[in-house]
């Protein structure tokens, strides 16, 4: 059985029409040790993702993806150009390792994080929790169902609650970015929005 999780990327760094576009990505940039030991330790080829636009408003769900490849060397801790540069970090003992995600859909519509505050089953997700801020981590599979379930229904009717009243503005430091990689050696530069 495949492992469900979340994954956090700005929608005007990396968004899922990016992923639909190049089709697979390596998920490079992260520069947490516990998203990165999800990543290196606990994901599996095969295991499913909700991907999710966070630093924009909404911030919420807004696509599917799979992983289909682990194991892969986060080039951009080698740039000295790239802001996710790691001078610690070492080609035969490499610090920073990431998975390669494909898309498997955009859904018909974004789920917002209000909406999922807003529905009490989905209360114990990672992602509602307060000080939350991991931008890889792991949903149940029950979670994983209810989610996509609400994508495919019409939006509710706004309410205060999902209008956001009262909500604390996002700022770029209340996600976990995720920034562009440099191409990896041997393959020519892709053109593509800044991500």
């Not at 330790?41 to 499913?48: F, I, P, T």
């Not at 610090?95 to 995600?101: D, H, L, S």
Request: net charge positive; proline share 11%.
């Amino acid at each position: 059985m495949p492992g469900h999780w979340l994954m956090k990327s700005e929608p005007d760094t990396f968004s899922i029409h990016d992923l639909a576009r190049v089709g697979r990505e390596p998920w490079t940039g992260v520069r947490n040790y516990q998203a990165r030991n999800h990543m290196r330790d606990g994901m599996r080829v095969g295991d499913l993702v909700l991907f999710y636009h966070s630093s924009c408003e909404p911030p919420g769900v807004v696509g599917l993806a799979r992983v289909t490849r682990t194991g892969v060397v986060d080039e951009t801790q080698f740039d000295p150009a790239s802001p996710y540069f790691d001078p610690g970090a070492r080609r035969d003992a490499p610090r920073w390792i990431c998975v390669e995600v494909e898309h498997v859909e955009t859904l018909p519509r974004q789920v917002a994080l209000d909406e999922l505050r807003a529905d009490p089953a989905l209360g114990d997700m990672l992602v509602l929790q307060r000080g939350q801020r991991l931008s890889v981590q792991p949903v149940s599979p029950a979670h994983y169902r209810a989610v996509v379930a609400k994508a495919r229904r019409a939006a509710p009717a706004a309410t205060p609650a999902t209008r956001g009243a009262g909500a604390p503005a996002r700022t770029a430091g209340t996600a976990r970015a995720r920034r562009p990689a440099p191409p990896p050696p041997g393959r020519g530069a892709r053109t593509r929005p800044a991500r």
